[in-house]
């Protein structure tokens, strides 16, 4: 063996006693193979290890790889924590209102101050309704129907085209007793009508219309039981005509003004098995009349009304509930008048009707009032 020979040989054997000293350089193809997979043993130019100095070179090899460039990420074992809410803002002390500035209603913030964030006025909540005076205090009802309302057809009108019909309202003014008794300050209106409305050829013409305002003061010991009442005032009643600057109308002008006394009183006339009839009894004197045109229509309106109204109350009837009847008594004239209830065809607040009247005697209208007259209506009643 020469001594090239043997200095191979040393070579050889100082590679295999010394591992960890020698590293191989990491070829670019090994540098992209995942963690702790080295070489294919079908790779060409690379080798399984087989012996101990191999084992030595692939340790080394794995040890100097350096590391990937993506690696994947670990998945989170809780949620991403919810950032914390932060509280509103205190809007601070409000300043009391200047003098002479508009007070607030209760409910409500003054202007210009600022308004703290409530659950109800958060985005995505439902609004909150403001308040009103309503919401405050109950209001008692003021507005309501006064004498007999109706639209009523006169079949013995010559021609038969005729109608006759009355709007009565009355309203509280003021009222002075709140509670569960009432005295309070009215007012009245009642208007009737007579309109040849089929008269189609002249042009459908009113014949005339009675104008009647009232102010009066009222009692009663229980505010909604209107049937039991005393009232005290002045009323005036008149056609509206008179002169004027293009007619003068004073030869058909009627009218007469009256202080009045006026009470009525309902009571039970018998009750069994849901059935029974109801009665209301009243009278009206008139009392130092004043503007009387012509002197002698008193004679034929008369100083006293009376009025009797009955109910009759038939549950068990479908679609009827009660029967009314009502009479007008004056010294020269009578007047009737009967309610057939149509419950299933009246409004939430209405009461619609089959009407009729019978009127007999002297001054239904003004202008005809020293004529007696005998006429009878049917038509629909309000109450």
């Known amino acids: 063996m020469g001594p090239g020979k ?6 050889v054997v100082a590679v295999a006693w010394a591992p960890g000293r020698v590293t191989r350089p990491a070829r670019a193809a090994e540098a992209h193979l995942p963690e702790g997979a080295g070489p294919s043993p079908e790779a060409p130019g ?10 030595a070179v692939g340790v080394a090899f794995a040890e100097s790889k350096p590391p990937l ?27 009391p209102p200047k003098p002479g500035a508009p007070v607030p209603p209760p409910g409500c913030a003054p202007a210009g ?12 909540a439902a609004p909150q309704r403001t308040r009103s005076v309503q919401d405050l205090e109950p209001q008692p009802e003021r507005f309501w129907l006064f004498n007999d309302n109706y639209f009523a057809w006169q079949p013995n009108s010559e021609g038969r085209t005729r109608v006759k019909f009355q709007v009565s309202l009355r309203y509280d003014v003021l009222t002075f007793l709140p509670g569960d008794t009432s005295l309070s300050l009215n007012i009245a209106y009642t208007q009737k009508s007579f309109w040849d409305l089929f008269a189609f050829s002249r042009s459908s013409p009113f014949v005339e219309t009675n104008y009647k305002p009232e ?33 003068d109308q004073s030869k058909l002008s009627r009218g007469w003004s009256a202080a009045y006394v006026d009470a009525r009183w309902g009571f039970d ?13 009243g009278a009206r004197g008139f009392v130092w009349p004043f503007g009387v045109a012509p002197d002698d229509l008193t004679k034929y309106v008369g100083w006293v009304a009376g009025t009797m109204d009955m109910a009759l109350f038939l549950p068990r009837h479908p679609g009827a509930g009660l029967l009314a009847l009502r009479a007008i008594v004056r ?36 202008i005809t009032s020293d004529q007696g007259a005998l006429n009878y209506y049917v038509g629909l009643g309000f109450r």
């Open 46 to 55: 690379v080798s399984a290890p087989s012996g101990p100095g191999d084992q």
């Open 113 to 124: 101050a600022a308004t703290k964030a409530l659950p109800g006025n958060q985005a995505g």
């Open 331 to 366: 010294p020269h004239s009578v007047e009737t008048s009967a309610y057939y209830p149509l419950g299933w065809l009246s409004p939430k607040h209405l009461q619609l009707s089959i009407y009729a009247q019978v009127f007999s005697g002297h001054a239904e209208r003004l």
């Open 215 to 247: 102010i009066f003061f009222s009692f009663r010991p229980r505010a909604n039981d209107r049937t039991k009442e005393l009232s005290i005032g002045v009323q005036h009643e008149s056609n509206g005509l008179g002169v004027d600057s293009l007619a």
């Open 69 to 95: 460039a993506n690696p994947p990420l670990a998945e989170p074992d809780q949620p991403p924590a919810k950032p914390p809410v932060k509280p509103p803002a205190d809007p601070g002390p409000v300043e």
């Open 6 to 11: 043997v200095w191979a040989v040393a070579a």
């Open 269 to 281: 006339l018998w009750r069994l098995d849901g059935i029974g009839a109801y009665l209301a009894l």
